[in-house]
Structure formats: C-alpha cells, structure tokens
C-alpha cells in the first residue's frame, strides 16, 4: 500500500530551522514530482515547494524564496524541506504530496505540525 510518512515538525522559535523529511513507500517514487503543502488554519492548503521526479528543478512559493529549500534522494524514497529563518506566519500543517500527471495520480501524507513560536 502507498505510504507517505513525515516526520521532522515540530515546535522552533523564530528564525530557527526545521528540516522535515517525507518517506514514501509503494509506488515507483522516482517516477513522481514530489510537493510539499501547508495548511494553517482558516486558510486555503497552498502549494510551498516542488521538486519533478529526477531533481533539479524545483519551484517555491513566494513567501519561501530564499528560505526554504527542496530536496530529494531516490535512492533512499525520500523528500525533504529544509525550512530555514522560519517565521510565525511559516506556522502550518505540513503535507507530503506525489503527483504524476500522466497517470492523473496523487497521494498524501498525514500531515506534520510545524509551529513557530516565542
């Protein structure tokens, strides 16, 4: 069965850093663009970064440039976000996403907190 497990979430101060790891099992991870989501409450879930299946070219959203950084190891089935200068406004629930758009196919992780905070 798909699995996309996260861990990394937590509690950080402001300005600290996180560095939240997404490990997928049961489909052909390297065949997938891998995205990373969030979702604070009372918004809409947007889209924060995304990296297509070799790596390489990754796209972030505005609000992130600069700070935060995508990465993926096929090898290991595994996604990254390193979050860096982390602001209040960064707090959200953080999601793992697959997509592969030839198969009109997508999976989700269970989502991670992420709560930056005095």
């Known amino acids: 069965q798909v699995q996309l497990v996260e861990s990394g979430g937590g509690l950080v101060q402001p300005g600290g850093s996180l560095r939240l790891s997404c490990a997928a099992s049961?489909?052909?991870?390297?065949?997938?663009?891998m995205r990373w989501y969030r979702q604070a409450p009372g918004k809409e879930r947007e889209l924060v970064a995304g990296?297509?299946?070799?790596?390489?070219?990754?796209n972030y959203a505005d609000s992130v440039k600069g700070r935060f950084t995508i990465s993926r190891d096929n090898a290991k089935n595994t996604v990254y976000l390193q979050m860096n200068s982390l602001r209040p406004e960064d707090t959200a629930v953080y999601y793992c996403?697959?997509?592969?758009?030839?198969?009109?196919?997508?999976?989700w992780g269970q989502g991670t907190q992420v709560t930056v905070s005095s």
């Open positions: 996403n697959a997509f592969r758009g030839t198969l009109h196919r997508q999976y």
């Open positions: 990296i297509i299946s070799v790596g390489g070219n990754t």
């Open positions: 049961g489909f052909t991870f390297s065949s997938y663009t």
